[in-house]
């Protein structure tokens, strides 16, 4: 089995049963009864307990193999153009990471099945297998106060595949580690979304969710901790001591360019869906699709845009989709009232665009970002 891992390119491979993951169920359920994984509307009760056992996953499974790839790439060279720009999550930098582990899982499989004779079944994230608390299971690593799985060495930079298999392998051991007193990741992170004890975290507050799988509003009162950020957040991760100063990466995570990892915002803004699906085809980004993508780069203008972005946030609110435009009013009343810009042409544009627009959404941001724009210091009622 290790042979066959390694001829895929894994280098870390652990093994543990496929018990139900009893600790783990309760949790994920208590999670749930909390309203913690809200948004997250696949991850039912049902699913929950699925997913924690390996046996419903693949019938008379007797071993989980844990599989990871490293996706802790080098920052590129900064850009020199000064334009605005956003930042995208390390692990989606390059190629989709489902893509690359979903060849290399399949030909593992395939050769279980083939040359072992045995049943396997392989998954990675999408699956209903709950892969990090197997991998903590297997002594791959531990789970930290992130809930991020953090391996000795490398820290929480990887991602993680699994095959279910009836083949009956030994176990590897536990690891006797922990965080201890650490709480780096939990000071880190920008909305509070960990809780102060550690190892919970509320999707609610997470900016990795709302960048990634809320397809709504962005909550106005977390807007403006988003900074730059337009998929993902690796905060918690940067602050990680846990293999900080290791940078190992699968080539296929490794950005091509500056613009994989640190985008210019205006260009994004302007993609339509054809544009975007050029541009993003095979890569994890496109799991935020178009509209959820430029309602974050609109955001991230909002933070961090400079006087030469008043331009692209007034185009933005003649955006087709509503959901663009009633982000294009806040950040564009936030971007003038952050470098306190002349508000006259800002109120004229939201005052142009509240004539036209007729989504309930959309008309209620830009009736506060007027309210907003005419109560700052030197505003105009």
């Not at 056992?53 to 499974?61: H, I, T, V």
């Not at 892969?131 to 930079?157: F, H, N, T, Y």
């Not at 922990?178 to 809780?195: D, E, H, M, N, Q």
């Not at 993003?280 to 845009?305: E, P, S, V, Y």
Request: glycine share 10%; charged share 25%; with cysteine.
């Amino acid at each position: 089995m290790l042979e066959l891992a390694r001829g895929e390119g894994f280098e870390l491979v652990r093994f543990t049963g496929a018990e139900p993951l009893t600790a783990a169920r309760e949790e994920a359920l208590r999670a749930h009864a909390e309203g913690r994984l809200d948004g997250l509307d696949w991850m039912t009760n049902g699913w929950l307990i699925r997913a924690t056992d390996p046996g419903a996953f693949l019938a008379g499974a007797r071993t989980v193999v844990l599989l990871a790839l490293p996706c802790h790439a080098p920052e590129p060279e900064p850009a020199t153009d000064g334009r605005s720009r956003g930042r995208v999550a390390r692990y989606a930098r390059g190629r989709d990471y489902h893509r690359v582990f979903e060849k290399k899982l399949r030909q593992m499989a395939r050769a279980i099945r083939q040359e072992l004779g045995a049943a396997a079944r392989p998954t990675v994230d999408y699956g209903p297998l709950l892969e990090r608390p197997l991998a903590a299971a297997s002594g791959m690593g531990w789970l930290g106060k992130s809930s991020m799985l953090l391996v000795p060495g490398v820290g929480p930079w990887v991602l993680l595949g699994a095959i279910a298999t009836d083949l009956v392998i030994e176990p590897d051991p536990q690891l006797a580690k922990s965080c201890g007193s650490c709480t780096r990741c939990i000071v880190a992170c920008p909305t509070g979304a960990l809780s102060p004890e550690g190892y919970l975290l509320d999707s609610r507050r997470c900016i990795s969710y709302h960048t990634i799988e809320n397809r709504g509003p962005i909550p106005r009162e977390l807007r403006p901790l988003f900074g730059d950020r337009v998929f993902g957040c690796d905060d918690c991760l940067d602050a990680c001591p846990v293999g900080a100063r290791r940078f190992d990466s699968h080539p296929d995570f490794v950005p091509g360019s500056i613009d994989d990892a640190r985008p210019v915002l205006a260009d994004l803004i302007a993609l339509d869906e054809d544009a975007f699906t050029e541009r993003f085809r095979g890569r994890a980004i496109m799991r935020a699709k178009r509209d959820g993508m430029i309602r974050n780069a609109c955001i991230a203008l909002g933070n961090t845009g400079t006087s030469e972005d008043v331009a692209v946030l007034n185009a933005a609110l003649g955006d087709h989709a509503a959901l663009v435009r009633g982000h294009a009013a806040w950040a564009l009343g936030r971007l003038v009232r952050r470098l306190g810009l002349e508000q006259d042409s800002a109120v004229a544009a939201l005052e142009n665009a509240f004539t036209s627009e007729h989504h309930t959404f959309a008309r209620e941001e830009i009736a506060v970002a007027l309210a907003e724009l005419r109560d700052a210091p030197g505003g105009h009622r």
